[in-house]
């Protein structure tokens, strides 16, 4: 069994960071009556926030699924897959609400509302995107050497 390696973490976090902010900047710039490079700013911050944590993120999950299960992430079953997506989404928060507040220059409370708006945005993105990218880039299985 074998996890995916660092340069295939960096391929996949900047792929799925880059089709995010093609569709959240437009979406935020519509929804706040933003202009478009305010909104691709903040939602590129955002991502770079996200490319720092995705891959500790997604690694440390990984691990725990194959040593629990045997498993790889391209096997995962549904139910783990929105186990991932959910617990990468929440965590996130953490980092992208300081963020919202002071790029964004939002209030605590609008800023979180955001955050919980980006945050569903994000989960339903995750989903599609890692079944897209486990489809297109399986994790192939390494030969143990003895």
Do not use: K
């Amino acid at each position: 069994m074998s996890l995916r390696s660092l340069p295939e973490r960096a391929i996949q976090t900047v792929t799925f960071e880059l089709g995010g902010i093609l569709f959240a900047a437009p979406l935020y710039a519509l929804v706040f009556s933003a202009p478009l490079d305010h909104s691709v700013a903040l939602i590129a911050a955002l991502a770079l926030a996200m490319m720092l944590w995705s891959p500790l993120h997604n690694t440390v999950f990984d691990t725990i699924e194959l040593r629990l299960t045997g498993r790889v992430a391209s096997d995962r079953p549904h139910a783990v897959r929105v186990l991932h997506a959910i617990s990468h989404e929440a965590t996130s928060m953490v980092i992208t609400l300081p963020l919202l507040i002071g790029l964004g220059a939002h209030p605590l409370p609008e800023a979180f509302l955001i955050d919980i708006g980006l945050t569903a945005f994000s989960v339903v993105y995750a989903y599609i995107f890692n079944v897209l990218y486990d489809r297109l880039r399986p994790v192939r299985p390494r030969r143990l050497e003895d």
